[in-house]
């Protein structure tokens, strides 16, 4: 399925689990169980700190915003996956590749703001206490809330935008289960210097600066809990912070990891991806759920 030019694209081909026919009813329920679990576990966060009024606070604000980032992330990849793996049509047009890519790409960028927000709140929480409630007050949460959808949506349009404008000359097999920049970037011949240069920006600013400003935070974050004398309060600062550094160091790991891994190595990629994609917004509310003793008891 070799392409000729940008003009004869009118449709992808997804390639993965395709070859694995008698696997596929496994793999259609291992899909289908993570996604069904990862949905209802997310729900319960989401309507457990709706319900409770004394968790209408900021770093719950944040973790609800979270776990709707989750439940749209695998809901962007995993029912069209399991409709592939079901119907056998591994055929995926140029609009759906598209749409696909944008909301993905919306999800990610959305949860890289949202988890450097998250450090800034327990930065302030517990580095700046006696000004937590002017700074995270009720208008400058939601404020940020409505900040960081819109610049995850509207960001996101301008990549995908100078994506579109990328010339495809190769196969139109995608090597995935879904329709991620690494994958697509395989497809085209050559790659516009606008494109290049949003990409690059994109990873300074969604990327860098948020896991950098996320490091920083927490530097001082525990400078200020080691200088903490009684040794309950250093507990109870450090279980305050605790989930939020395991979600942070599973994200950036497996995406590093994913994105790192040579072209040729197709199944480690489908792997990351798996993982990146599906388990990770799954095991992201058990996290908090586990390690949080107030959203324990709002559910």
């Given at each position: 399925?070799?392409?000729?030019?940008?003009?004869?694209?009118?449709?992808?081909?997804?390639?993965?689990?395709?070859?694995?026919?008698?696997?596929?009813?496994?793999?259609?329920?291992?899909?289908?169980?993570?996604y069904s679990v990862g949905v209802l576990v997310n729900s319960s966060?989401?309507?457990?700190?709706?319900?409770?009024?004394?968790?209408?606070?900021?770093?719950?604000?944040?973790?609800?915003?979270?776990?709707?980032?989750?439940?749209?992330?695998?809901?962007?990849?995993?029912?069209?996956?399991?409709?592939?793996?079901?119907?056998?049509?591994?055929?995926?047009?140029?609009?759906?590749?598209?749409?696909?890519?944008?909301?993905?790409?919306?999800?990610?960028?959305?949860?890289?703001?949202?988890?450097?927000?998250?450090?800034?709140?327990?930065?302030?929480?517990?580095?700046?206490?006696?000004?937590?409630?002017?700074?995270?007050?009720?208008?400058?949460?939601?404020?940020?809330?409505?900040?960081?959808?819109?610049?995850?949506?509207?960001?996101?349009?301008?990549?995908?935008?100078?994506?579109?404008?990328?010339?495809?000359?190769?196969?139109?097999?995608?090597?995935?289960?879904?329709?991620?920049?690494?994958?697509?970037?395989?497809?085209?011949?050559?790659?516009?210097?606008?494109?290049?240069?949003?990409?690059?920006?994109?990873?300074?600013?969604?990327?860098?600066?948020?896991?950098?400003?996320?490091?920083?935070?927490?530097?001082?974050?525990?400078?200020?809990?080691?200088?903490?004398?009684?040794?309950?309060?250093?507990?109870?600062?450090?279980?305050?912070?605790?989930?939020?550094?395991?979600?942070?160091?599973?994200?950036?790991?497996?995406?590093?990891?994913?994105?790192?891994?040579?072209?040729?190595?197709?199944?480690?990629?489908?792997?990351?991806?798996?993982?990146?994609?599906?388990?990770?917004?799954?095991?992201?509310?058990?996290?908090?759920?586990?390690?949080?003793?107030?959203?324990?008891?709002?559910?």
């Amino acid at each position: 399925m070799l392409v000729k030019n940008e003009t004869s694209i009118k449709y992808f081909y997804m390639l993965t689990f395709s070859g694995e026919t008698r696997y596929k009813p496994f793999i259609s329920i291992f899909f289908f169980l993570i996604y069904s679990v990862g949905v209802l576990v997310n729900s319960s966060i989401i309507t457990a700190i709706c319900l409770e009024v004394q968790l209408h606070k900021p770093m719950y604000l944040f973790i609800c915003n979270l776990s709707i980032v989750d439940i749209f992330f695998t809901s962007v990849t995993v029912p069209k996956l399991l409709y592939m793996l079901l119907s056998g049509d591994h055929i995926i047009s140029f609009s759906q590749c598209y749409t696909q890519f944008y909301f993905f790409m919306s999800m990610g960028s959305a949860e890289d703001i949202l988890l450097f927000i998250m450090a800034y709140d327990r930065y302030v929480a517990i580095c700046i206490p006696l000004h937590y409630h002017q700074i995270m007050n009720q208008r400058n949460c939601i404020l940020i809330t409505f900040g960081i959808w819109a610049a995850a949506f509207l960001n996101t349009l301008l990549f995908v935008v100078s994506a579109l404008n990328m010339s495809s000359c190769h196969s139109n097999i995608i090597h995935q289960f879904s329709c991620d920049v690494k994958s697509l970037t395989r497809t085209t011949c050559t790659t516009t210097p606008m494109f290049s240069k949003i990409a690059a920006i994109e990873i300074l600013i969604f990327v860098f600066i948020p896991l950098m400003c996320t490091f920083i935070s927490y530097v001082n974050i525990f400078s200020v809990i080691l200088k903490i004398k009684s040794k309950e309060s250093r507990k109870k600062a450090f279980s305050t912070c605790s989930s939020h550094v395991t979600v942070i160091t599973i994200y950036y790991g497996t995406a590093v990891i994913g994105y790192l891994i040579p072209p040729y190595s197709d199944v480690l990629d489908s792997v990351f991806n798996i993982v990146y994609t599906t388990i990770i917004p799954m095991i992201n509310p058990i996290i908090y759920s586990l390690q949080n003793s107030n959203v324990q008891s709002a559910l």
